[in-house]
């Protein structure tokens, strides 16, 4: 142990903060212009996510979304990710034209931080 600090392995332990042994950091915690993350987790240690938008179909529940429609999901996730995430099964996704940030997609597609997600039904009567 050194100062406030203790080394275990590849991760230096500063406080509440967790940062990879290469990398320097303030006491204010805000990192040095050379730090890098490995794997899939931040600087913190915490997973990687990414945050959705998500617009599901009228009368489906949204109650693990945010108050303005978000998900976070793990940075990497796919289409099939989310609907895991919002409990639709995958055979009444079938039903519903997916899009991404208004471009069709299949359940493989890959989402990224940021992206907007719209269910809109194939066929809807009047």
Known sequence: MI???AVTGEQTVTGDKTVAADNTATA???ATAD???TGD???TGNPAVIKVRVLLPPGWSGEMLDERYW???KEGAKLSDL???VRMPRLLAK????SINGAHCRLN???QDGDSVSFFRIAHGG
């Open 3 to 5: 100062g406030d600090e």
């Open 83 to 85: 609907l895991s995430a």
């Open 41 to 43: 987790l931040t600087a």
């Open 28 to 30: 204010d915690n805000t």
């Open 109 to 111: 597609a890959e989402l």
């Open 71 to 73: 998900i976070e999901l």
């Open 95 to 98: 039903t519903f034209l997916v």
């Open 35 to 37: 730090k890098t993350v």
